[in-house]
């Protein structure tokens, strides 16, 4: 059984071993619990008539996060703020629905305390959270196939190895929210990849596979495309040590993340209209046109667009959208190929087990208990496989037995971020040189046009601290717009 805690770093209880250096989402990456439906408070608008055009303050494309955190933020100031929504739901890319007798997190999933403005959302609702169990043993990859290892040792190896890997990021983010402070160090790291920093530590065999298969399900698949000063950054913000690298992942919300969401609405107010596709969006300079994929017209001095960046390319920006949110559209910062999995099962070899593989030797490379069942224990894991096909129960035990555990997989339910239309990848985890040339310009309004995105934080960028810090700046940024 999870125990719940306050929101107060220091209400959080006496630390205990747990597994150490998980999947990130998103935050993080941005991927969720809880109920998905716009909150009860939230006005949701009927569809108008197509040849009229609603009028507001403010128009925020986007009910995730970041869309609900500026929205909330405008209504504070008295705007009449209309939220439109693609899907039928809120929450963007954090998502909850039922499995196997629990609510199971599809997309964003962990918080901590400690991360200032997701930190701050959760003691201003008095949000409570619960903390996840230790594992029991560690499964990881060796030159002799998998093996089991205790958690102390498999993850205090992970750890070790994680220290050499970031060495040095102490001075080149010494300021972790303000992530470009030395610039003047990061111009050669950030062409780094993760892949040319492993390359360069003079790894043995043994330690190369305990530590690529990290880095290469954070890039998305491999290790050659995430930037080592993305990982670094967020080691950084952690507190450049392992027991703040692994309480990122030691939190979930007791309420779900849409249940935070829902009292933000509630206190809003709102209008929210979900099913809403947006097509187009026309800055005339004296205002700002939304037109959605029914035809629907709605009009405002203003606009915050916060849709994830891989998926600005899916609307039609007049004038251009800056050059550099083209390029990031473009190149796209969340990983393109990301699949979350919740694998109930029973076996000889089940139980709090963690599971993590090499780079490109299994279609499921990090797996990790979530809760038990009467029948055996559900399994959260994690896939950049694009060939991995999550309904396939005997593919998807073949790929668990390639960690070292032998299940029997009683269902398996999973979402496809990177099929997802309105998502079209995973966590943000950004590329090499998109640090330093893509920032600080994300962050520029483009006319009456402001841009948002967990992908696009200063801090905890792919984290909902991300997305609610993105969401932040946008609402100020409108607040000071004439």
């Known amino acids: 059984m999870n125990t719940q805690h306050g929101t107060h770093p220091e209400a959080v209880g006496t630390r205990r071993p747990s597994r150490r250096t998980l999947l990130k989402a998103a935050g993080a990456t941005a991927l969720a619990a809880g109920p998905a439906a ?7 608008a009927p569809a108008g008539d197509r040849g009229a055009e609603e009028e507001y303050d403010v128009l925020v494309v986007g009910a995730g996060y970041t869309g609900v955190t500026a929205a909330r933020e ?23 629905t039922a499995f196997a007798g629990h609510q199971v997190e599809m997309g964003g999933t962990w918080v901590e305390p400690a991360q ?13 959270l619960e903390e996840e169990q230790p594992v029991d ?28 890997l970031f060495e040095g990021s102490e001075e080149y983010f010494p300021k972790p929210f303000e992530p470009l402070h030395r610039a003047d ?47 670094a950054h967020w080691w950084s913000l952690a507190g450049w040590s392992n027991e ?87 190149q796209g910062i969340a990983v393109p190929n990301a699949t979350k999995l919740y694998i109930h099962a029973r076996g000889s070899a089940a139980g709090r087990f963690y599971g993590q593989g090499a780079e490109g030797g299994t279609a499921i490379p990090m797996m990790m208990p979530f809760e ?30 390639a960690l070292g555990a032998e299940l029997d997989v009683l269902g398996v339910h999973a979402h496809d971020w990177g099929r997802d239309p309105y998502a079209r ?24 046009l402001f841009f948002a995105s967990g992908d696009l934080a200063d801090g905890w960028s792919g984290f909902l601290d991300g997305a609610v810090e993105s969401g932040l700046r946008a609402a100020a940024q409108v607040a000071a717009a004439r």
């Open 38 to 44: 716009a909150g009860s408070a939230a006005a949701a």
């Open 372 to 401: 038990e069942t009467p029948e055996g224990l559900l399994y959260m894991a994690f896939s950049t496989d694009t060939a991995l096909d999550p309904t396939d129960p005997a593919q998807v035990a073949q790929a668990v037995r």
């Open 74 to 96: 405008l209504r504070a100031r008295g705007k009449r703020v209309l939220v439109l929504e693609a899907r039928d739901r809120i929450g963007g890319r954090t998502w909850g």
């Open 244 to 330: 703040g690298w692994n309480d990122t992942q030691r939190y979930r919300m007791k309420t779900g993340t849409a249940g935070l969401l829902h009292r933000m609405l509630d206190e809003a107010q709102p209008t929210v209209r979900l099913n809403s596709p947006v097509t187009s969006v026309t800055d005339t300079g004296t205002g700002v046109h939304v037109t959605l994929r029914t035809g629907e017209r709605f009009s405002a001095p203003h606009a915050v667009v916060t849709v994830p960046v891989n998926v600005l390319s899916t609307i039609a920006f007049s004038p251009a959208l800056p050059a550099a949110l083209t390029t990031a559209a473009s």
């Open 185 to 231: 160090l990061l111009q050669h790291l950030d062409t780094l990849s993760l892949r040319d920093r492993l390359d360069g530590l003079g790894l043995t065999e043994a330690e190369e596979l305990l530590i690529n298969g990290q880095t290469s399900v954070y890039s998305g698949g491999s290790s050659s495309r995430g930037a080592l000063t993305m990982l």
């Open 425 to 448: 990848g995973g966590w943000a985890f950004r590329r090499p040189r998109q640090l330093t040339s893509l920032y600080p310009a994300v962050h520029e309004p483009s006319g009456r």
């Open 116 to 128: 200032p403005h997701i930190g701050a959302e959760l003691k201003r609702y008095g949000i409570a």
């Open 137 to 164: 043993r560690v499964f990881l990859p060796t030159p002799e196939g998998p093996r089991e290892f205790t958690p102390e040792d498999g993850f205090g190896r992970i750890g070790t190895l994680l220290e050499r």
